[in-house]
């Protein structure tokens, strides 16, 4: 089982420039997240989704789409990518109490 | 609101000594509890949480629900646990984490 996989791990964007964050995982759970990690503030919530076909805002959702494209799979998108959302994301996912993470995407908008 | 709490940002400590990572929370039910560590260039991953009361890797976490703590602590702490430490806890569908705490430990 691969877990969590996160595609691209490295991208750079200019501002205003748009892109989706790609998440899948094979472990056959209904609930997955993005969370965004900056410096000193730890991991803030973006978007969560419960089950396949639901998603919900978190702490910090502006500026993000997502979509819950199936039970494996749920993307973030940046409709117009800003400085401010330079960061490292993660995806996650959970059946119960554990969350699983991603490997993370770093992303640079300039 | 729920709201976790890491005091610490940053915390070294010398090879074979004590440690113990601060974590505070506010919720006013009855709160799942987590800490998640994140090794260099790992992944997050969960380390213990509090109602297996389970010991892994030599830490341990209580929760204290008068002082709304669940502080992680390790007797004697090795050069393989430096990493970044987060703590969290659960609520319906969301998990909430603190700000972490990078933790050195040196030689």
């Known amino acids: 089982n691969a877990g969590v996989t996160q595609t691209p791990k490295f991208q750079v964007l200019k501002t205003g420039q748009s892109m989706t964050l790609q998440c899948a995982q094979d472990?056959?759970?209904?609930?997955m997240y993005w969370y965004r990690q900056d410096p000193g503030m730890g991991l803030r919530l973006i978007y969560y989704?419960?089950?396949?076909?639901?998603?919900d805002k978190g702490e910090v959702p502006n500026g993000y789409n997502v979509s819950r494209l199936n039970k494996r799979e749920f993307s973030l998108r940046l409709e117009s990518a800003a400085p401010s959302q330079t960061s490292v994301y993660f995806c996650?996912?959970?059946?119960?109490?554990?969350?699983?993470f991603g490997p993370g995407t770093r992303l640079t908008v300039t | 609101a729920q709201r976790v709490t890491q005091p610490e940002k940053l915390l070294s400590v010398f090879k074979g000594a004590p440690v113990e990572l601060k974590c505070n929370y506010s919720?006013?039910?009855?709160?799942?509890l987590f800490w998640y560590v994140q090794y260099s260039r790992q992944r997050l991953q969960l380390l213990l949480r509090?109602?297996s009361r389970e010991s892994i890797k030599g830490f341990t976490a209580d929760l204290n629900k008068g002082e709304t703590s669940f502080h992680l602590k390790k007797p004697f702490a090795q050069e393989e646990d430096s990493a970044m430490y987060y703590c969290?806890?659960?609520?319906?569908?969301?998990?909430?984490f603190g700000t972490g705490t990078s933790l050195t430990v040196i030689p």
């Open positions: 969290a806890f659960h609520k319906i569908d969301q998990f909430y």
């Open positions: 472990m056959n759970h209904n609930s």
């Open positions: 996650a996912s959970s059946a119960y109490y554990e969350q699983y």
């Open positions: 919720y006013s039910g009855s709160p799942e």
């Open positions: 989704s419960a089950s396949e076909g639901t998603t």
């Open positions: 509090h109602i």
